[in-house]
């Protein structure tokens, strides 16, 4: 492993741009996706980021539970970065709060907004607001990668506003307790031609193909990638996508 590495989560590619910007920043980082990796190994790099995006005002469950139990050096420095839509709620300060009752420090926040991707409750922005999205995060990622660089503690974007609170406890326990059975919900018609980009694109390898078709095992993060990336757009979550536009970041 590297002394420094990030580790991501990405459904349809926007915070695995922000993590391979900010790579690119520092220079000699690796990139982990945290689908592929073993809770229980050691960390022993000494710069860690951690970069996903906001599910429901709250973090992502695979990185709720990595922050219950990576395993790092007492002395490394912390950063993490959230990717949002449009409203972060409290996924920053979580992650802070459980990292903290395991006495690890984490150092920065962030946050960047890109285009949201949630479209079982709505379709891709418009091109020329992904665009604007995308020329602002280049600007963030320089800021971010400065104070990194220089070890900076900054956890301004960890401080949430009432209304970032509140719907944090309102909604996110409600919505993501069972995430991993949300792929119930998932559904193909008879545009799907079993061509397997939705078994390559899911970040935590819970799609197999099997006779042709997609089969869901339970272990899902509720990330929409499959949804997004079928070419055919041949997977929808129950009747709430079929007329949506789909959203994949083209520039990964
Ligand atoms: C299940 C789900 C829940 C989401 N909830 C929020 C949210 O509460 N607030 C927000 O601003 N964006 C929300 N989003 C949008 C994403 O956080 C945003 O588009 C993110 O950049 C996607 O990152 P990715 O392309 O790396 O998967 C949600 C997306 C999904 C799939």
């Known amino acids: 492993m590297k002394d420094s590495v990030i580790f ?26 945290l689908g592929d990796f073993d809770f ?17 005002w ?7 539970r990595f922050a ?3 395993q790092v050096n007492g002395d490394a420095y912390i950063y993490q970065v ?6 972060p709620g409290a996924a920053l300060k979580m992650v802070k709060q459980q990292l903290n009752q395991r006495n690890i420090t984490l150092n920065a926040a962030y946050k960047i907004q890109m285009p949201g991707n949630y479209i079982v409750g709505y379709g891709a922005r418009n091109e020329k607001s992904q665009l604007k999205s995308f020329a602002k995060e280049k600007a963030s990622v320089a800021k971010i990668t400065y104070e990194i660089k220089s070890d900076s ?18 909604i996110y326990k ?36 099997e006779d042709k078709k997609p089969v869901w095992h339970h272990n899902c993060e509720l990330c929409v990638s499959c949804i997004q990336h079928c070419p055919k757009e041949a997977i929808n979550f129950n009747d709430k996508t079929q007329n949506r536009k789909r959203y994949v970041n083209k520039n990964v």
């Open 40 to 56: 229980d190994s050691e960390i022993t790099a000494k710069r860690i980021g951690i970069v996903a995006p906001v599910y429901c």
């Open 58 to 64: 709250g973090p992502p469950v695979i990185i709720a």
């Open 174 to 209: 409600k919505l993501m307790t069972d995430v991993h059975n949300q792929d119930k919900n998932f559904n193909i018609n008879s545009d799907c031609t079993g061509c397997g980009i939705c078994e390559k694109s899911c970040p935590v390898h819970n799609i197999s193909i």
């Open 82 to 87: 959230a990717t949002y839509g449009g409203i």
């Open 153 to 170: 503690t900054n956890l301004k974007a960890a401080n949430v506003n009432p209304i970032g609170t509140a719907l944090f406890v309102k």
């Open 68 to 70: 219950e139990k990576m």
């Open 8 to 33: 991501y989560f990405s459904g349809t590619g926007n915070s695995l741009q922000v993590a391979k910007d900010i790579a690119d920043g520092l220079g000699d980082t690796e990139l982990i996706n």
